[in-house]
């Protein structure tokens, strides 16, 4: 039982245009929110992160969007670059004694076009 | 160096072998995690360390699987009589303090594991 999805496989955006990908979750007993992005034989590097209290959080080119009644959160990346092409991961975790364990979802792959 | 070093990188062993992947944390990190992650899928969580005790191991597939992290610093995945299912990448992570909320997870290159 996926407790965090990420329904899309794959993306491919042409560069400089925005990359939205999207992430769902059943648990309402999440409340923080991190997105993690992997090369090929590399590990998950973290990127960005959002608390429950918050519906936006930007950095630089990349901003997370929390959508808490919907369940649904999206990272936005632009413009995209062909060095932004890796798998994207959606993570979540709770509060307080289980914060530390992050459930991912399966990943996203993305490919930026020059 | 100054990330997360995981040995060996790959791994190839027969059914029913014993195997022992090794993590190395970033230096005065406190929290070390193992995370398992099998084919199309995402990370999956096995067990936290906090110092040198296990806080919660309910990952852990099975008592095959045992992890140990004796001096608060390097840490060793054990597995016994290892099955064709345990194949997967094994990936280490360390942070300063144990929860996402309070600082980014940094991860290893992981231990890619074949079982024949």
């Known amino acids: 039982d996926q407790q965090v999805k990420q329904n899309s496989p794959s993306l491919s955006v042409q560069e400089g245009r925005i990359s939205i990908l999207n992430c769902d979750y059943t648990n309402s007993m999440f409340d923080y929110f991190l997105w993690y992005k992997k090369y090929p034989a590399e590990g998950p590097t973290f990127l960005i992160s959002i608390s429950s209290i918050k519906d936006k959080n930007e950095d630089g080119r990349f901003t997370v969007f929390l959508n808490k009644s919907a369940k649904h959160l999206s990272l936005h990346i632009v413009p995209s670059q062909p060095g932004d092409s890796a798998v994207y991961f959606c993570a979540a975790s709770g509060s307080g004694a289980g914060s530390y364990q992050l459930t991912f979802g399966k990943g996203t792959k993305l490919s930026v076009i020059p | 160096g100054a990330g997360v070093s995981q040995t060996p990188s790959n791994k190839v062993t027969e059914k029913g072998k014993y195997v022992e992947l090794r993590c190395d944390p970033i230096s005065g990190h406190t929290a070390l995690y193992w995370y398992r992650q099998s084919l199309g899928q995402g990370p999956e969580f096995l067990i936290y360390f906090q110092g040198t005790g296990a806080a919660d191991d309910s990952g852990l597939p099975n008592d095959r699987f045992f992890a140990v992290r004796p001096e608060g610093s390097v840490s060793t995945l054990k597995i016994q009589r290892t099955e064709r299912g345990d194949s997967a990448v094994y990936l280490c992570?360390?942070?300063?303090?144990?929860?996402?909320?309070?600082?980014?997870?940094?991860f290893g290159e992981g231990s890619r594991l074949t079982v024949l």
């Open positions: 992570a360390s942070s300063q303090s144990g929860g996402s909320g309070t600082g980014e997870l940094f």
